[in-house]
């Protein structure tokens, strides 16, 4: 495989030192298209192949989100602490805050779109005081996340696979090991689209878009159609309380977190902006367009599901008992409801296609994001992870990297799969605080007027964007309506942010226990020594590669 250093060397604002830039980008717009010179108001180089246009990012970020196939997966936590009904309206809040924290996230990637996200985001608008540090760790929050997020995925769906085949031969005995080797499969085949078969992602996930409808349809209709129905009312009004918690109030807030997982990563079309058309207007479509479209499925998929339990009162305790056995409840569902095994295995490979196609997405995303951490020296061995592919210019060592991250942490898994998810369980805890770092900052600084605020977008020539240089994007939520999402999405954030450290269940044992703070906790201590030790002398923040004035 032949790889390429990437030419361009860098002129670094905090040394002050002037050096040439490969590709002889001048000081003159004409000539440059508006993502280039969207990208060299950032002070990077373009270097990546916009291969995606807005149906299949659209496709791409749907799919990364698979709402309404991880709605069957995860709700069990809900089911547990909430009931039907608290997983019916704390969808509907996770939703709601979603779009919002979404709403704003557009904004900001509107303004800045580039694959780094949230810790270039963190870097342009954080004060001169903390802005190198909070980049930092911003940065390393979303690096783990993302890591996190492929490892979990792959993982998820490798034992949704084991207990499709569990639900079609009841005398297989699914081992550690061969989930395992189902999330190595996994992985392999997101490889190969992401590294041989590159130049198809674009089009791959714009089929998947496609598939990913007709699924829903797939497996919405023989399931309501054929299953029995039960009260339609009773799923928005019946709360339960398996947690042992003090009271169902409480007990719907520690469930109430379960949701965001099935809607979290549509920032993904964040770190492909680089190879994205139009980046400036169509990520943010992509990201709002996705989390409408996936929310309306997932809600619809979820009504279904619930009334499919039949009779609340007599079959609740059953469909949630059948973990034990089936390991997903909605398998049971299937199996009852349609009255056919084969057709239930049918509806639940639906749903493992579907999620093999979402972490090439999830693959994707990771190594970009990794890459763009590495283009700005924030990890270890950066001159290596900075390398493209010459044919493809495709971050390959990246790519590499976060699957070898994947297969390290599924040899876990051999040992206790309790220990794996709760390393894993760092997606949410640092995406969301990548979130709400970025929609902070951004809220403190939409709020201040003159040099300190955002200026109004201009097209006809722009300087570099960053501290006290910033500019609004072609896509934004104006005036006072944009302020009170902004903060409506902070406090949604902080709350779930805060709620997601909660163990599913009282008394708490050392299987029940939520290490999640002490994952999160690990990584932050790790950012902040490492940054104190070494980090502080690579990083000075995002690098300014290319200096112009268009």
């Known amino acids: 495989m032949e ?13 002050h030192s002037e050096h040439d830039v490969s590709g002889g980008l001048g000081t003159e ?13 950032l002070g990077k180089q373009p270097v990546l192949k916009r291969n995606f246009g807005f149906m299949s990012i659209l496709g791409f970020s749907c799919t990364v989100l698979v709402t309404w196939e991880g709605m069957f997966v995860i709700s069990t936590s809900s089911l547990l602490n909430g009931g039907p009904a608290g997983l019916v309206w704390g969808y509907l809040i996770v939703w709601v805050g979603m779009a919002s924290t979404y709403a704003v996230l557009s904004e900001v990637a509107s303004m800045a779109p580039t694959a780094g996200g949230q810790y270039h985001w963190v870097s342009i608008l954080a004060p ?13 929050l979303t690096l783990t996340g993302w890591q996190a997020v492929t490892a979990s995925a792959a993982f998820l769906i490798g034992s949704l696979l084991e207990y499709t085949i569990v639900l079609a031969n009841p005398s297989y005995a699914p081992e550690p090991y061969q989930t395992m080797l ?36 797939g497996v919405l209709i023989p399931l309501v159609y054929l ?48 190879e994205i058309r139009n980046a400036s207007t169509v990520v943010p479509k992509a ?133 794996f998810n709760n390393i894993v369980n760092l997606s949410v805890a640092g995406l969301y605080a990548s979130y709400l770092l970025s929609c902070g900052l951004f809220l403190w600084r939409r709020l201040q007027t003159g040099v300190g605020g955002i200026q109004s977008y201009n097209t006809s020539g722009v300087s570099l964007i960053g501290p006290g240089k910033l500019q609004w994007g072609p896509w934004r939520i104006p005036g006072i309506l944009g302020v009170a999402n902004n903060i409506f999405a902070c406090c949604f954030l902080l709350l ?14 050392s299987e029940t226990m939520n290490f999640r703070v002490l994952t999160f906790g690990s990584v932050v201590l790790f950012a902040v020594v490492w940054y104190f030790v070494t980090g502080r002398k690579e990083y000075k923040g995002p690098v300014v590669e290319i200096e112009a004035d268009l």
């Open 3 to 15: 790889l390429q250093n990437r030419d361009t060397k860098f002129v670094s604002k905090d040394q």
């Open 29 to 41: 717009g004409s000539g440059y298209t508006r993502d280039e010179r969207d990208l060299i108001r």
């Open 128 to 140: 001169d005081s903390s802005r190198k540090f909070l980049s930092y760790l911003t940065g390393w």
């Open 182 to 217: 189902f999330l190595w499969a996994i992985l392999a085949f997101a490889v190969f689209i992401n590294t041989v078969a590159s130049k198809t992602l674009a089009h791959f996930e714009g089929m998947i878009l496609v598939l990913h409808i007709l699924g829903f349809f």
């Open 227 to 274: 299953s029995p129905h039960g009260d339609g009312k009773a799923i928005f009004t019946t709360f339960v309380n398996f947690g042992g918690w003090e009271t169902q109030g409480l007990s719907f807030m520690v469930g109430l977190p379960a949701s965001v997982f099935s809607l979290v990563g549509a920032d993904s079309a964040v770190h492909m902006a680089e």
């Open 287 to 419: 990201i709002m367009f996705s989390i409408l479209l996936n929310g309306i499925l997932g809600f619809a998929i979820m009504i279904g599901y619930l009334i499919c339990f039949g009779n609340l009162e007599t079959n609740l305790e059953a469909v949630l008992g059948s973990y034990e056995t089936l390991g997903f409840p909605f398998l049971y569902v299937f199996q009852t409801g349609t009255g056919s095994t084969a057709g239930a295995v049918v509806m639940s490979l639906i749903i493992v296609v579907l999620g093999v196609c979402s972490t090439v997405g999830v693959l994707a995303s990771s190594s970009r994001m990794l890459w763009s951490f590495a283009r700005d020296r924030g990890i270890p061995f950066w001159r290596t992870f900075i390398k493209l592919n010459r044919r493809t210019s495709i971050p390959v060592y990246t790519v590499a990297f976060t699957t070898f991250v994947s297969v390290l942490l599924s040899l876990i898994t051999l040992g206790s799969i309790v220990a």
């Open 496 to 509: 779930l942010w805060v709620w997601a450290f909660f163990p599913p269940s009282t008394p708490v044992t």
